[in-house]
């Protein structure tokens, strides 16, 4: 089988990497990344611009669509739309031109935008931010792709929570880090709903997904089910590193004053003070309330609960923390 990773080098890609690889190691794998810092056999690839390759046998391939600007809030407005959408575009044509049927997109849970209330995968989607607009109009594009020949063509989109593991430097890791200091407070409340998911069940997904998906298009959100709230995963996070339970509940309103006065003060002097922005601290005190319902009823379902999860992390980091 020949797998054409596009984003390769990223979290998710890295991960995705490792799976296919102990699947079989006589696959053919071409990975693909602007940036390719993470392996030198990465090859360099932007997918702002056309594509072109010349691979042999390429049509019976499977691509797997990674490559996005996805931090958020950092990065211009104009970086999500170039990466997002002239990426879909041109991975899309690469296919066309290559007569390749298969295509495994990772999207986000940020098309559906932010709610308190549940979001399944036939709720309408609603974003609110550069990266939601650009996802969602990502999976527009996949989509035109597939019903130019809906009979042969397979696309399979995930729209992923919070992706925590090894090596993600993300939010599980920050939070982490907070737990040990014995910094973290909870911001506003602690029934906060965060969808999330472990890497090893998405890279799973997405390679399973490839393989043996049918012709025509099928969306899941990748969430556990039901999903945890932040006092959830504090609490299991305590119990498998044995850092210490968090218990103090901060007002909204003083942290919002508080992260707004901290922000702008620092841009005028001219500091950037790393995980303090008003919009970061706003998504904290916002439920990403995602049903994993329909994937928790597919073959795809997740093997992992949260806890399991943390201590296949931990494990993994040898029990010295979750790196």
Known sequence: MIFLIFGASGFIGTHLVRHIVSKNPNDKLYKYDINTKVSDDFEILDVRKPIELDIQGISNSVIFNLAAVHTTPGHPDNEYFETNILGAENICNFARQ???NTIVFTSSIAPYGP???LKEETTIPMPNSPYGISKLTAEYIHKIWQAEDAANRKLFIVRPGV???Q????NFTR???ALKKGTF????RKDTIKAAVYVKDVARILYEGGLNSQPGFIIYNLSLY???TIETICTSMAEITGVKN???VVPSGFLKFAAGNVYYIGRLVGKKINGIHPDRVKKLMISTNISGKKLNQSPYKLQYTLKEAIADWFKDDNQQGLF
């Open 98 to 100: 290559h007569n390749i």
């Open 115 to 117: 709610s308190e209330s």
């Open 163 to 165: 992706v925590f593991g």
């Open 167 to 170: 090596s993600e430097g993300g």
């Open 175 to 177: 939070l982490y880090g």
């Open 185 to 188: 407070f909870y911001p506003g």
């Open 226 to 228: 039901p999903a945890p």
């Open 246 to 248: 968090p218990k103090l």
